[in-house]
């Protein structure tokens, strides 16, 4: 079976049961996903399935053939950062970065879903991310300054 | 690591109700979203897998005067079933869990050593709702209640919710912080007028939601204390998120809000 990774066509190799976190991290390459608790409850596996935002480590790589994933490596090229990952920087949103991948992923589904998301709708989406360092109000406040504008 | 089991990707009904056969060793994972961290962790050891998400158990409809929702219906798609369903859906977990987890999965998901799972259950019984599964003997046809009760080793096919004039209420004690189990919840249905045929129904208080037919009997025959009634119907254990004497503490209460909550 094969997926598309960030735009390129990966076969895979890995059996059909396979979590996606895995098969990104260990028969690919792609770091960016964080093993944090491996069960669904701390969202730092986050990726983005067909624009869906999906916890890699409870997907089977098997349901998701074909599928399109986007980690945080495919937003935008080497020499530029997507809006998102802008105003993370720009509202000091990251501190050790672990978190960080899955929360601007989910952010960016977000707003392609909501694109003038209220504080309440911005907590809604990213409920399932836990944060250790920021004590998360600097995330809200750089995913409410994309509201209305940039995506 | 490469698997030492089978796994099987049906792709019809019909293959996933041979592939499962009389279910002995099978393991079926539907959205994952428990299987795949058993797996992860070394708590489940399967010798056949069968993924059962392309196998075309997701469809729904009217089906003799009741909502046939599919075994693979995502716990997100359950937003727009009958209350107290779909309150009770739309709390469960976050909305990545919920787009991916299944009302298959969350009837057949049991307690874990820490906390209540299977949220859905207690609504369903209050719903009166049915189980249409595979398996040993053939297909069988249930109230949700006996499914429980029973062996396991069933493959859900599909829940039947009649589709009768009600009203509905919910009550749930949950923990403030993100992808929080429910400790508690009570979910009640009964006819728009009196309590003639009332469902009352727990989770969070055993291996799996129960029905409560002393708070229904209390409710029919217009006794004020009905909520504290719960108290005959459930034996509720310890669990990292709650003691049994609080859980039996707070239960009436909760009982009690369902009540006033019918509408």
Redesign the interface.
């Known amino acids: 079976m094969h997926i598309v990774v960030n735009g390129v066509q990966q076969d895979i190799e890995s ?5 996606l976190l895995e098969v990104l991290r260990e028969e690919l390459g792609v770091l960016s996903p964080k093993a944090g608790c ?6 730092t596996c ?1 990726v983005l399935v067909d624009g ?4 890699a ?4 790589v ?2 998701i053939a074909g599928s399109e994933v986007t980690t945080i490596e495919g937003l935008a090229g080497p020499d530029e950062l997507h809006p998102v990952q802008q105003a993370f920087h720009d509202h000091y949103a990251a501190q050790c970065g672990f978190c960080s991948p899955g929360m601007m992923l ?1 952010t960016v589904a977000l707003l392609d879903r909501t694109p003038s998301p209220s504080r309440e709708d911005i907590v ?2 990213l ?4 944060c250790r360092c920021t004590g998360y109000v600097k995330i809200l406040d750089a995913v409410e300054s994309l509201a209305g504008g940039a995506r | 690591m ?2 030492t089991f089978e ?1 099987l ?1 049906p792709t019809s009904p019909d293959e996933a109700v041979a592939a499962f056969g009389d279910g002995d060793g099978v393991t079926v ?1 539907a959205g ?2 428990i299987v ?2 058993d ?3 070394g708590r489940l050891r399967p010798r056949r ?1 069968i ?1 059962i ?2 196998a075309g158990l997701d469809g729904g409809g009217r089906e003799n005067g009741a909502l046939r929702y599919g075994a693979t219906t995502t716990v997100a798609a359950l937003a727009d079933a009958p209350e107290p369903l779909s309150r009770a859906a739309g709390h469960v ?5 919920r ?2 987890g299944t009302i298959g999965g969350n009837l057949c998901a049991g307690h874990t050593d820490s906390a209540p799972r299977g949220d859905l259950q207690a609504p369903l019984i209050a719903l009166g709702a049915t189980v249409r599964s595979a398996g040993a003997g053939g297909e069988h046809n249930e109230p949700v209640e006996d499914f429980l009760a029973g062996a396991g080793g069933r493959l859900v096919l599909s829940i039947d919710i009649p589709d009768t004039p009600r009203r509905s209420g919910y009550a749930r004690l949950d923990r403030p912080h ?2 929080s189990y429910t400790i508690l919840a009570v979910s009640i249905v009964a006819p728009p007028d009196g309590f003639e045929g009332v469902r009352v129904a727990v989770s969070g208080t055993g291996p799996h939601a129960v029905r409560c037919p002393a708070v229904e009997r209390a409710l029919l025959a217009g006794e004020a204390d009905a909520a504290e009634r719960v108290l005959d119907d459930v034996d509720p254990s310890d669990d990292a998120l709650a003691s049994a004497w609080y859980r039996k503490r707070v239960l009436p209460t909760l009982v009690s809000r369902a009540i006033d909550d019918l509408h």
């Open positions: 059996g059909p049961l396979t979590p491996q069960q669904g409850g701390c969202g986050t869906e935002p999906r916890r480590c409870l997907t089977a098997g349901a989910a809604d989406a409920r399932g991310h836990v | 490469p698997p796994v990707q994972v994952g979203t795949l961290p797996l992860t962790y897998a993924m998400g392309d977990a976050d909305r990545e869990i787009a991916v993100a992808h």
